[in-house]
């Protein structure tokens, strides 16, 4: 177990390498900040001057270990566009995004699974038919049409929810919170509801799908054979043997709720790092690319290793060492 | 159980019909069998893959898996019908009146939970037990299906316990409501050769032990010699012959049973060669007319190709076999 981890550990560090490279590479191949930073009517000194300030005349190999050491201290310079910190423009975007996936995920999970559970154990009945039929929307309708149906409905029509922004918010250290006002509260629905929609059809599928295969097992079979109640059988038994797929699944959908949040974010211009993000893209503000996709990717690795812990806590055979067995 | 006559079966199934509707039409994979379980007995059922003895046994303990359901017939235990109850009443049957042993040890338990806990569940279902009183009569069921170190087996989960380990835990988990019938579905099939043996000993001796009556279902006719009392030779869906396991070994009445003893290796005697039945079993959607065995029997004749036999009592036994119809005719 502990081997485990140490092992997990340097496959994460290899991980963060290479999309920090990546991330460095913007620096040398995606657009120009200059021209961005001084227009077009500056002049060669001008610019010349600014390239030197910037440290990019430097050798390739030594701007990326003065990448790869600022990085890890948490610097990734100063934002071209807002000539500030990049690390205080995530730091004030960060709580959003995470408050807004948090919320999403949450939503997904809550209703997704007991929806796949419900779907799979009556997967004749006519509920089941309905919410088949009615996941398909929601896996095939496009996030942002979802997001303009939904402020069309309950921002512009209703009059209900605010249509943008996330109301107020409440300042706790560095971190700001939705959750401490009714405003920030309100704010957060639509966006939340919007993003898990995905998430939720796909949990319920997923979990529709592994539970009509684990009630064919022998161990089911058995388990009825046994005379347990219907409640013994479908979720002591059945439902907990579906968690591993589902853990995984989920996991690997809170990193793309980050990604799809992009999306979210722009339609509902929450102040996430996703609006930040494309921002950023438009003017190749490329400290806040790079601190972003290093961000993404370390948030995606720690959700990994989460995933695997969990496995653990799930999965006695991982648990046990096999010399513990009496063969 | 005390409140049984010896003289009345405990199982009764008469006239059992088991059906698959599907898009080409309704299969009938049992049709029309009937035997009776005494309390304490060892009936034996023997057959190919296939022939509907896996199915009557899912059928008397009420699961049958959908789209197969009972056509026809009835089920009843201790005098009371059960093929027509409603799920939660079925349920309160399984484990506490009727147990059941799967074939495949390895995936008839639960891998995330620990045998004790599948053990203390199923004793709380059935008992009023608490925890702690579970909990020893769990190590007390492990003890009793020889697993060495109950109390320390007790916590361990099923992967590491062997297959006939795991074949023992299931045998405690069907045994834990002391029940008054087993059905050991291919108890054995899964398991090494040298296992077998020990695994039907410890059945044969919980249930007599306990007056546990048993439905042994196996194409092994070597078990079923060593264990049952009688036994029933299961073809194509019906029941070609049944009777006193001895009966049906030394003097097989059915041209079935009988390339079905000749199959069988012995040692000590001189056969040459061992027989073999040509051909195989017909599926379930061309089963011929007449006697479902005509095109594999050595000794058919017209009418075995035009009418389909009934069971009729010859000696100590009842076969399905219009040689014998012949033979009572003629005296």
């Given amino acids: 177990m502990f081997a485990f981890i140490i ?24 657009g120009d900040p200059v021209n961005n930073m ?12 600014l390239r030197q300030d910037l440290g990019l005349n430097d050798p390739f190999p030594v701007q990326f270990a003065a990448f790869l050491g600022n990085a890890v201290q948490g610097d990734f310079g100063v934002s071209y566009r807002l000539s500030r910190p990049v690390s205080d423009v995530l730091a004030t975007r960060l709580p959003a995004t995470l408050e807004l996936v948090f919320v999403a995920a949450v939503l997904a999970l809550v209703i997704g699974l007991p929806l796949g559970v419900y779907t799979g154990l009556h997967r004749h009945g006519f509920g089941s038919k309905v919410l088949l039929t009615l996941s398909l929307i929601g896996i095939s309708l496009p996030t942002f049409l979802i997001g ?13 929810l605010p249509s943008f922004g996330r109301g107020d918010t409440v300042q706790i250290g560095w971190w700001t919170t939705n959750f401490l006002t009714v405003s920030g509260w309100k704010s957060i629905i639509m966006p939340a509801v919007t993003l898990c929609l995905f ?28 005379g347990l109640s219907n409640r013994a059988v479908h979720f002591g038994h059945a439902l907990k043997n579906t968690m591993v797929p589902v853990i995984t699944i989920t996991g690997l959908q809170i990193g793309s709720l980050i990604a799809f949040a992009i999306i979210t974010e722009t339609v509902f211009q929450w102040p996430g790092m996703g609006l930040l993000f494309l921002q950023a893209i438009q003017f190749a503000d490329i400290p806040v690319m790079a601190a972003y996709l290093c961000l993404v990717a370390f948030i995606f690795v720690v959700i990994n290793l989460m995933v695997d812990l969990l496995y653990y806590a799930v999965d006695p055979r991982l648990r046990v060492e096999r010399s513990g067995g009496g063969h | 159980m005390a409140n049984q006559s010896p003289n009345k079966p405990l199982l009764e199934v008469k006239n059992l019909r088991i059906e698959f509707p599907t898009r080409r039409g309704t299969l009938t994979a049992v049709d ?36 197969g359901r009972i056509a026809a017939g009835t089920i009843s235990l201790d005098g009371r019908r059960i093929d ?9 049957i399984r484990g506490r009146k009727i147990g059941a042993i799967f074939q495949d040890p390895l995936t008839s338990l639960n891998p995330l939970y620990s045998v004790g806990r599948q053990l203390v569940e199923t004793i709380q279902t059935h008992t009023d037990m608490t925890d702690s009183q579970a909990r020893r009569r769990a190590i007390e069921l492990l003890s009793d299906v020889g697993i060495p170190a109950p109390e320390r087996r007790v916590e361990q989960y099923p992967h590491q316990f062997s297959g006939g380990m795991r074949q023992r835990v299931v045998i405690a988990l069907a045994l834990c409501a002391e029940p008054d019938l087993i059905i050991a579905d291919e108890p054995t099939t899964a398991l090494d050769v040298s296992i077998q043996a020990q695994i039907i000993a410890l059945i044969k001796r919980l249930c007599r032990d306990n007056g546990t009556a048993v439905m042994l279902v196996t194409h092994d006719m070597g078990v079923i010699a060593e264990t049952a009392d009688r036994v029933a030779v299961m073809y194509a869906g019906r029941i070609a012959e049944i009777g006193p396991v001895r009966d049906v070994i030394k003097q097989a009445k059915h041209p079935y049973t009988h390339g079905l003893m000749g199959s069988i290796p012995t040692i000590g005697h001189d056969i040459e060669k061992l027989t073999q039945i040509d051909g195989s079993m017909p599926r379930l959607t061309d089963i011929p007319a007449g006697c479902a065995f005509n095109p594999r029997c050595p000794r058919a004749f017209d009418k075995c190709y035009v009418d389909r036999p009934e069971r009729i009592a010859v000696e100590k036994t009842e076969v399905a076999c219009w040689l014998y119809e012949k033979e009572a005719v003629h005296g």
């Fill in chain 2, 32 to 67: 029309d069998i009937s035997f009776d379980i005494m309390p304490g007995e060892v009936l034996g059922v023997v057959g190919e893959s296939g022939a509907g003895k896996s199915l009557t046994g899912a059928a008397v303990i009420g699961l049958l898996e959908p789209p």
């Fill in chain 2, 84 to 92: 027509n109850l409603p799920y939660e009443e079925m349920r309160k």
């Fill in chain 1, 7 to 30: 092992r997990r550990l340097l496959q994460s560090l290899i991980v963060m390498m290479a999309v920090a490279f990546i991330s460095f590479s913007l620096f040398n191949f995606v």
């Fill in chain 1, 199 to 226: 998430q939720l059809t796909l949990i319920m599928r997923l979990v529709r799908a592994e539970m009509m295969e684990v009630l064919r097992t022998d161990y089911i079979k058995f388990a009825r054979a046994r």
């Fill in chain 1, 38 to 49: 001084l227009g077009q009517e500056a002049t060669e000194e001008q610019r010349e001057a």
């Fill in chain 1, 148 to 160: 303009i149906v939904l402020i069309l409905i309950f921002a512009v029509w209703l009059g209900w």
